[in-house]
C-alpha cells in the first residue's frame, strides 16, 4: 500500500478534506447525540458558524470524565446498528464502552492498513501479534484486520510465554512483531538462554506498542537503546487511543508518529484549553473524522505531547506528534520537583544491574505526593548508586524497595491487565 494520496498533497487541500468531513461531523452529532445537543446548547454553539478548522476552537474541549458520566449520551446511534463493543483499559477509572458500527470498523481496518504500511509494510509481510485480541480491546482487532485490509499474514499468538513466541518464529518465521518494547527484552534474554540465534531470525521489525522508544528529541531513549544493541532490528514507535480509534505511527524516518488527516484532526492545548506553537508540548486533543457510533468533538486524551510540523523524507506532508512525555494527570510532585513517570522509566532502563521495575505514586497524610521505586537487580547490585541516579535526576531520592524478580514479574505482567503496569498512582 503506498502513501495515501491526501497525506501527501498541499496542507491547504489537506485542512479543506478535513473541513469538509468536520462540518458532517457537526451535523452528525447535532442530530444524534444527546450529549453534544446538551453541549451545543450551554456554549451556545452554532454548527453552521464554524467554517474553518481554526473555527472549531469556539467548542470547549470534553475529556474522559464527561466519557465516564454520560457513555451512551455520546452514542450517536441505534443498538441495532453496532456490531462490536470495544472498551479502555479502565486504568484512569471506570472503564469506557466504545461501540462501533460495520462502517467504523472498516475506519478502524483502513486505519491499521496505512499504519502498518507507514513503517513499509506490504502483502509481503508476515506478522506476530504478541498481544490480546479478547477483552474487548481495541488495539488487537485493529491489528488484525489492518493485517489483512494490507494483504499481510498474520500469527494471532497473542501474549504468550517467550518460549511459545520463539517456538512460533522459528516455525512459521513472521517477518514482523507488532510487541510491547519491554516484552522485546524478555524475547532476547530467553533467545540468549537458550541459544537460539534470534540475530538471524527472521523478524526484521518490530511494530512497539504501549510503551515509549523514543525521547523527545526524538533520538532512542534507554529502552529503544537496549534493544537495538542487543538485536538490529528496525523499531517503529506507535501512539493510539481507543477513544479516538485511530493511530499515530512512525515511519522509517522516524521523526515521529503521522497524522492520518483524513481520520483526525489534532491539536496541542495549554491549561487554558489554548493551542501552543508548534514543537510545544501540550496536551493531544483529537477531533475524530469518519466515526458513526461514537464520534468525539476536541477530546482531550491527557496524553502530553507537541506537534512537529516541518516536512518528513517520506513525502508525507502530514503533521506528527513527538513521543509522549507523559499523562497529564500522573505529573509527580515530589519534594519540590516535578517529572512524568517515562523520565524515571528512562532512569531505570539506563540500569544494567535492574532487571525490572515498578513505579508508586502514593499521599501521605497532607495530601503530598510519595514515590516508591520497586525493582529487582543483579546479585551484589550497588543499590547507593541507584540512590545517587536519583538525586540527579529528581534532586531527591524516593523509597527504593527491591524484590526478588519473580514476584516483581507477577505485579508488572497482571492477569488483567492488557500491558505491562510499570507505574501505578495510587493518589487518587
Known amino acids: 500500500m503506498s502513501i495515501p494520496p491526501l497525506e501527501s498533497r498541499g496542507k491547504e487541500e489537506i485542512t479543506n478534506h478535513q473541513l469538509k468531513e468536520l462540518k458532517k461531523l457537526l451535523l452528525h452529532v447535532s442530530k444524534n447525540s444527546p450529549f453534544y445537543k446538551r ?3 450551554k456554549y451556545n454553539i452554532d454548527i453552521e458558524s464554524i467554517n474553518s478548522i ?6 470547549p474541549p470534553t475529556d474522559k470524565s464527561h466519557l465516564q458520566a454520560y457513555q451512551r449520551d455520546f452514542w450517536c446511534v441505534e443498538p441495532a446498528e453496532i456490531v462490536e463493543y470495544c472498551n479502555t483499559s479502565g486504568t484512569e477509572g471506570a472503564a469506557v464502552t466504545i461501540p462501533l458500527t460495520d462502517g467504523d470498523l472498516r475506519r478502524l481496518s483502513y486505519n491499521e492498513a496505512i499504519s502498518l504500511a507507514c513503517t513499509g509494510g506490504d502483502k509481503n509481510e508476515i506478522y ?5 485480541l479478547d477483552r474487548q480491546f481495541m488495539a488487537g482487532l485493529a491489528y488484525a484486520l489492518g ?14 510465554l517467550p518460549q511459545l513466541q520463539w517456538k512460533t518464529i522459528l516455525e512459521v518465521k513472521p517477518t514482523a512483531l507488532i510487541v510491547v518494547p519491554s516484552f ?23 511494530i512497539c506498542i504501549g510503551e515509549p522508544i523514543r525521547k523527545n528529541d526524538l533520538f532512542f531513549n534507554a529502552l529503544g537503546e537496549k534493544i537495538t544493541s542487543k538485536w538490529d532490528i528496525e523499531l517503529y ?13 512512525e515511519c522509517s524516518a522516524g521523526k515521529g508518529g503521522h497524522l492520518h488527516p483524513e481520520l483526525l484532526i489534532a491539536e496541542i492545548l495549554d491549561d487554558r484549553n489554548q493551542p501552543v506553537p508548534a514543537g510545544t508540548v501540550g496536551e493531544l486533543t483529537v477531533t475524530t473524522l469518519g466515526v458513526e457510533a461514537m464520534p468525539l468533538l476536541r477530546f482531550k486524551t491527557g496524553d502530553m505531547c507537541a506537534l512537529l510540523e516541518e516536512s518528513c523524507s517520506c513525502g508525507r506532508n502530514t503533521s506528527r506528534v513527538s513521543p509522549v512525555v507523559g499523562r497529564k494527570n500522573q505529573l509527580i510532585k515530589y519534594k519540590g520537583t516535578t517529572c512524568y513517570p517515562p523520565a524515571i522509566f528512562d ?21 503530598n505526593d510519595v514515590l516508591t521505586i520497586r525493582y529487582s537487580a543483579s546479585i551484589n547490585y550497588e543499590r547507593r548508586g541507584l540512590a545517587d541516579k536519583f538525586k540527579a535526576l529528581l534532586r531527591v531520592t524516593p523509597e527504593l524497595v ?27
Open 39 to 41: 453541549h451545543f446548547e
Open 54 to 59: 481554526e473555527a472549531l476552537r469556539n467548542i
Open 128 to 132: 506476530q501479534l504478541t498481544t490480546t
Open 147 to 160: 493485517a489483512r485490509e494490507l494483504g499481510a499474514g498474520m500469527i494471532r499468538v497473542g501474549p504468550g
Open 184 to 206: 522485546l527484552i524478555k524475547l532476547i534474554e530467553y533467545a540468549e538462554a537458550e541459544g537460539i540465534d534470534f540475530r538471524n531470525s527472521s523478524v526484521k521489525k518490530a
Open 237 to 249: 514507535s506507535t501512539y493510539a487511543s481507543t477513544e479516538m480509534a485511530a493511530a499515530f505511527t
Open 347 to 367: 532512569l531505570l532502563d539506563n540500569d544494567t544491574g535492574i532487571s525490572y521495575y515498578q513505579v508508586l505514586a502514593s499521599a501521605d497524610q497532607y495530601g
Open 402 to 428: 527491591e524484590m526478588p524478580e519473580s514476584k516483581i514479574l507477577e505485579l508488572i505482567y497482571t492477569r488483567t491487565s492488557r500491558k505491562p503496569v510499570k507505574f501505578i498512582d495510587n493518589r487518587r
